[in-house]
């Protein structure tokens, strides 16, 4: 049975309000230091669920996980646009959302001991950002030892940036009230003398994990010590193959002589026309599909015209002079059906005057000179080309459409401004027009690591 967390006592009730003060008008960054088993997870979670006045994040964070995993499970809880990039930093992100925010953001992380440097230098940063009128809180936990490497570490004017606060031992009398009280809630009744409990207690370091892990002895006794084979299982199985390879020995040393002598198998030479002629049998189907491939190829040669790169990314289909409709695939899944149709085609003989030539292609990425100066609006971040297309088809009939790579991300930008406050307008009004969220203006000075692309990709995403 487990107790931790049906009960808050008068000390723990007392940091939550002190740590909510702090987080509410100090301009610090927040650190809650304790021992394991201090009921650190216990205090930030109610610090996160007993206050209405802010908008509370609270993330565990997870051995070996990535800064975006973090980035994404903190703004998950913050902002309801679904459309931001875990890739950027925390407080570039929370700069943009800030102005419709309508409470101040608190930021609560539990085991920030396993976050990376880069992160606790965001968190200290996000100190430094306000929100809905007050500046965005920040608290983390972490072990008592933790705290203690990480502030000699830190420059004079970063460590001026930390507030820690520490979580104090249960006095004796408090033991005794979480002892009884949680005793009172398992519903059962263990023979154990007051003197006995109280003896006991005064010996602990004061954390409310001992008090838990007396109790669960006091009801359920020391566990049995389950004897288990699995420690033995490889000498077992060493053991077994030993006698059995010296049983195979006796057998075979039992055995008369004449009964294992060998015929000796004599093979043909590999010049020998034997060896040529099975080998002529085994490869006469590969030497036959390979002429035809190559005959097939050689007519799709003929057939194929090379196709205008812009008219693919952009939806035209140029028209040759003999007025014959070209069809220019854009996925991996209609180049191979052109293939075959191009076969069909020419095996059933059909009149070059009114035949569909279908051109295959790989579409490629090339880079577009982008501007330097000005600004844009970027009104999509996806990581899948489905995404990436519904997007396109969503706002067709924009004028100014760029699709750029960053990373593994297509971004989708619109038009091209010389000021800020005409690229805001137009991107109100493409929210208000195609029911967009919250299109983000950007300038294309802080576009350097992205390229612009000329055409969609067949296998750059995985679908």
């Excluded at 180049?335 to 085609?345: D, E």
Aim: hydrophobic share 40%.
């Amino acid at each position: 049975m487990t107790f931790q967390g049906l009960v808050l006592l008068p000390s723990q009730e007392a940091l939550i309000q002190r740590l909510h003060h702090i987080a509410s008008y100090s301009d610090q960054l927040l650190v809650l230091s304790g021992a394991q088993g201090s009921g650190k997870t216990t205090l930030v979670t109610a610090l996160a669920t007993d206050f209405d006045e802010s908008n509370a994040a609270l993330v565990i964070c997870p051995m070996h996980a990535d800064n975006a995993e973090i980035r994404r499970k903190i703004l998950v809880q913050l902002i309801s646009s679904p459309i931001f990039d875990d890739d950027i930093p925390l407080g570039e992100t929370l700069l943009r959302v800030a102005p419709t925010q309508t409470k101040p953001l608190h930021i609560i992380i539990d085991d920030a001991h396993l976050l990376s440097k880069e992160l606790w230098a965001e968190c200290i940063i996000l100190n430094q950002i306000q929100c809905a009128g007050k500046r965005i809180a920040v608290t983390l936990t972490v072990p008592s030892s933790f705290l203690a490497d990480l502030l000699p570490q830190l420059p004079e004017q970063l460590r001026r940036q930390v507030l820690p606060v520490s979580i104090e031992p249960l006095t004796l009398p408090e033991r005794e009230a979480l002892y009884q009280t949680l005793l009172r809630y398992s519903d059962q009744n263990p023979f154990t003398p007051r003197d006995i409990v109280r003896a006991q207690l005064e010996t602990q370091t004061g954390t409310p994990q001992e008090v838990v892990n007396l109790l669960e002895l006091a009801l359920h006794g020391k566990p049995k010590p389950n004897f288990s084979w699995k420690k033995y299982k490889a000498l077992s199985i060493s053991f077994v193959s030993v006698l059995l390879v010296l049983a195979a020995w006796g057998v075979v040393t039992q055995l008369p002589h004449s009964g294992l002598t060998l015929e000796p198998i004599t093979y043909p030479a590999m010049d020998s026309p034997e060896f040529l002629a099975h080998g002529q049998h085994r490869l006469a189907l590969y030497f036959s599909q390979r002429a035809e491939q190559l005959r097939l190829s050689q007519i799709e040669a003929e057939e194929i015209v090379p196709p205008d790169p812009l008219a693919s990314f952009h939806g035209e289909t140029p028209q040759m002079e003999s007025d014959i409709p070209i069809q220019s695939p854009i996925d991996e899944a209609s180049s191979k059906g052109a293939t075959v149709a191009s076969s069909s085609a020419t095996s059933a003989s059909v009149k070059p005057k009114t035949a569909e030539v279908k051109i295959t292609q790989n579409a490629t990425l090339m880079t577009l000179h982008k501007p330097t100066k000005g600004y844009t609006i970027q009104v999509a971040s996806v990581s899948q080309l489905r995404s990436l297309r519904s997007t396109l088809k969503m706002i067709e009939g924009v004028e100014g459409v760029r699709v750029a790579k960053y990373k593994q991300r297509w971004v989708v930008f619109v038009g091209h401004y010389s000021n800020h406050q005409s690229a805001q307008s137009a991107a109100a009004q493409l929210a208000k027009q195609y029911r967009l969220e919250q299109p983000w203006v950007r300038k294309w000075a802080e576009l350097r690591e992205y390229q612009l692309q000329e055409s969609l990709p067949n296998r750059e995403i995985s679908e």
